[in-house]
T-cell receptor, first 110, second 114 residues
Framework: DAKTTQPPSMDCAEGRAANLPCNHS???????VYWYRQIHSQGPQYIIH???NNETNEMASLIITEDRKSSTLILPHATLRDTAVYYC???????????FGAGTTVTVRA | DTGVSQNPRHKITKRGQNVTFRCDPI?????LYWYRQTLGQGPEFLTY????????KSRLLSDRFSAERPKGSFSTLEIQRTEQGDSAMYLC????????????FGSGTRLTVV
């Protein structure tokens, strides 16, 4: 699986958009970009995934650059409950083994 | 469906004792995974099952660890002769076969070896 690089931490104001970057410069053509988050003392929660096109669901939007070497997860209106560690993972469809890095610790402040 | 259920949520044991954790996946999911997470780190893959067959085991899974999934339903993870280094959160997840919808994780079992 391709390695991903994320900033270790970031702060965000409540009600504002949170933009979480991820670099995956060695991603291969059949690898998706997956995002999970982990709220304290809970298991990771799947957020969204994409291959080439931008994706949106009820939780977030995923913007993937045309060369697929980086992506941005957007939380449109961050709330205090969005405070969590966010993991960006590159993996093939149906991969049975996810390689989590250290993720980005996002703190949403009132 | 209530999602992936793990029991117990917390376990404190003395070094050298055996412990067993249970995971009940989402009923229609035929893939089941175990991960381990230590403080400040992301989860690390331990093993996975396709129905009742254990198809891969990580090198992290020493001989003291054994996982089963009888009848392809719930799974158990047993650690024999626990060591302090086994202290961690043990996470279970499930998914449909070949799906790209992401895993559903349980809340984990936190093991503390004293």
């Amino acid at each position: 699986d391709a390695k991903t690089t994320q900033p270790p931490s970031m702060d965000c104001a409540e009600g504002r958009a949170a933009n979480l970057p991820c670099n995956h410069s060695t991603i291969s053509g059949n690898e998706y970009v997956y995002w999970y988050r982990q709220i304290h003392s809970q298991g990771p929660q799947y957020i969204i995934h994409g291959l080439k096109n931008n994706e949106t669901n009820e939780m977030a939007s995923l913007i993937i650059t045309e060369d697929r070497k980086s992506s941005t997860l957007i939380l449109p209106h961050a709330t205090l409950r969005d405070t969590a560690v966010y993991y960006c993972i590159a993996g093939s469809r149906g991969d049975y083994k996810l390689s989590f890095g250290a993720g980005t610790t996002v703190t949403v402040r009132a | 469906d209530t999602g992936v259920s793990q029991n117990p949520r917390h376990k404190i044991t003395k070094r050298g004792q055996n412990v067993t954790f249970r995971c009940d996946p989402i009923s229609e999911h035929n893939r089941l995974y175990w991960y381990r997470q230590t403080l400040g780190q992301g989860p690390e893959f331990l093993t996975y099952f396709q129905n009742e067959a254990q198809l891969e085991k990580s090198r992290l899974l020493s001989d003291r660890f054994s996982a089963e999934r009888p009848k392809g339903s719930f799974s158990t993870l047993e650690i024999q002769r626990t060591e302090q280094g086994d202290s961690a959160m043990y996470l279970c997840a499930s998914s449909p076969t070949g799906g790209d919808y992401g895993y559903t994780f349980g809340s984990g079992t936190r093991l503390t070896v004293v």
